[in-house]
């Protein structure tokens, strides 16, 4: 069940967007996510489709791994056009029933709530599926570092993000495990109504933090015992490096704004 | 009645970028009250394997049957419960699986699952807690309180308790000290011979495989690569070296006395074994008889 996720899974790889330096990367995404709401009219969305496409298969990964991704947020994207589609008043009325209603902006905006979901969620994707869990850490790393003025303890929150992310499939093994020995001594997880599903989730979240606040001691032990002493002051064994291929990045992301922008003021 | 696996495959997330073979074109047979010892090296598909047992896994494709139960790859979960409680698994290092407040709720939490009222859950509780040998005045603490030895305790108590038929051990002793260990797997080897258990043991020690399994199968990359008696397997040295696998103390001891000019018509596995021969040749060695 846990395993058929493949949002925010990495699949190594050789691509040039595997070999971004993850700050560029991790910046760009967002700036991308961000300039996905200047679309407008439907020029705009088929530049947007056509360059999602191309990152694609700049990525060199199948595509039904990111069809895979969106799979599991489909419902939540279909749910939010629909109530957009419904409730939104506006425009040319087709059709309307007590509160709900059928208008030319609803349609519109439904419309182009799904499209902005699919292209925001697809390019997350890009992001993850091409980027190493502790490249990522690294890089907000990088990016929170002017933060350091208003004496936000960057270090910390790196080294909180990257153990974190290091032990997120542990715990998903671990939650395998126990979910299968709870199994076996006779828990259903899968069965009965809401009240009786709670209550079996009971087995298996306590030995889960159990477990955990024992592993976190023990970490915590073992990372003493190596001298850690805080974050302040210590040398950094991955250093991130920046290239001409990340200028040449940054570059066409501005080139792909100036273009919405364009697009946008066309019709 | 017994245990079979009929040409058992297994893939891991099949249809996906992430799936891994489990198990290929697996058969076996176990018979019932048998003791069966599964080696090979990590990652051979022993714990997958044995995970099939009680239907946690189902087959890919082909058909494991246990006694009365038949599991195939669209066996639906809702069948699995009573198997389940036929077959009592024991997972690595299941002293993680406790959680209830006190130690004989949590020994009580399987029989309450399968359907026992509370009384009869509680008295299965103690009978289970006094044969894994847990004192008394432990049984009202926390589980959380006591020694790792008797958390590993409680829970094999907790499987226990719902009186299983077949009972699989995933590396029991793994991580206890030598007495606890010794301990342990005598109180498996009663219940085998007492209760007429069928055993199931997947384990890195071929002392265990030596003494107590009357069968031991051989896994490698998630296929059988042998079954059979612990005398056949260990009967071919080099092949054994070859699974990285190790022999059982008396017959590394064994291989340092044949060079030393001892001969066994029998490759001895135990310490028993390896006494019995060497008593019918150290006399004849000195040459003063016995």
């Known amino acids: ?267 | 009645m017994a245990i079979t696996f009929d040409h058992v495959n297994f893939t891991y997330q099949p249809n996906s970028p992430f799936a891994a073979t489990g198990l290929k074109d697996v058969n076996l047979t176990l018979p019932d009250g048998s003791f069966t010892a599964i080696i090979g090296h990590t990652g051979s598909g022993k714990s997958t394997l044995v995970q099939h047992l009680n239907g946690l896994l189902k087959p890919t494709s082909g058909q494991v049957q246990v006694d009365d139960f038949t599991l195939t790859s669209t066996t639906s979960n809702r069948h699995l419960k009573d198997l389940h409680q036929h077959v009592g698994m024991v997972f690595q290092f299941p002293e993680n699986q406790l959680f209830d407040q006190t130690v004989v709720k949590d020994i009580a939490f399987g029989p309450l699952n399968f359907g026992f009222d509370e009384n009869t859950a509680h008295d299965m509780a103690v009978q289970a807690a006094k044969t894994v040998g847990l004192p008394d005045n432990v049984l009202e603490r926390s589980p959380f309180e006591l020694s790792g030895g008797q958390m590993r305790r409680v829970a094999i108590a907790g499987v226990l308790a719902s009186q299983p038929r077949v009972l699989v051990l995933d590396e029991p002793t793994a991580g206890l000290d030598p007495l606890g260990r010794e301990h342990m797997m005598q109180m498996f080897e009663q219940l085998h011979e007492e209760q007429q258990l069928t055993v199931v043991l997947v384990t890195h020690q071929m002392d265990d495989v030596a003494d107590y399994a009357d069968q031991a199968v051989v896994m490698g990359h998630g296929e059988v690569l042998k079954a059979g008696a612990p005398q056949t397997i260990f009967n071919d040295p080099q092949w054994v070296y070859d699974q990285q696998l190790d022999f059982p103390t008396a017959t590394k001891f064994a291989f340092q006395l044949q060079q030393k000019g001892f001969s066994f018509n029998q490759l001895p596995l135990t310490e028993q074994q390896l006494a019995d021969q060497l008593a019918d040749q150290l006399p004849a060695m000195d040459g003063k008889g016995r």
């Open chain 1, 1 to 267: 069940m846990l395993e058929q996720l493949t949002l925010g899974r990495y699949v190594p790889g050789q691509s040039i967007l595997h070999r971004l330096d993850s700050r560029a990367k991790l910046l760009l995404s967002l700036y991308l996510i961000v300039i996905v709401f200047l679309t407008s009219n439907w020029l705009t969305y088929v530049f947007m489709f056509i360059l999602v496409g191309g990152l694609i298969a700049m990525t060199g990964l199948k595509v039904g791994y990111f069809i895979r991704g969106i799979g599991p947020l489909i419902w939540l994207i279909v749910f939010t056009a629909v109530l957009q589609l419904l409730f939104t008043p506006g425009g040319h009325v087709y059709w309307h029933w007590g509160v709900l209603m059928l208008t030319s902006t609803g349609i519109a905006t439904a419309v182009s709530v799904f499209l902005r979901f699919l292209l925001i969620i697809t390019m997350a994707t890009i992001l993850t599926l091409t980027t190493a869990p502790l490249a990522i850490a690294d890089g907000v790393e990088a990016m929170l570092k002017p933060l350091r003025i208003v004496h936000f303890p960057v270090a910390q929150t790196a080294l909180m993000l990257s153990v974190a992310l290091r032990f997120v499939p542990t715990l998903l093994d671990e939650a395998t495990t126990i979910m299968n020995a709870q199994r076996a001594r006779g828990v259903e997880f899968n069965n009965g109504g809401l009240i009786k599903r709670l209550r079996a989730i009971v087995p298996l979240l306590i030995p889960l933090f159990v477990g955990a606040i024992s592993r976190a001691d023990e970490l915590a032990t073992a990372m003493e015992a190596r001298g850690y002493q805080g974050g302040d002051g210590r040398t950094k064994y991955r250093v991130l490096h920046w290239r001409s291929a990340d200028t040449m990045a940054v570059i066409s992301v501005l080139i792909i704004n100036i273009v919405l922008v364009v697009f946008r003021h066309l019709n």
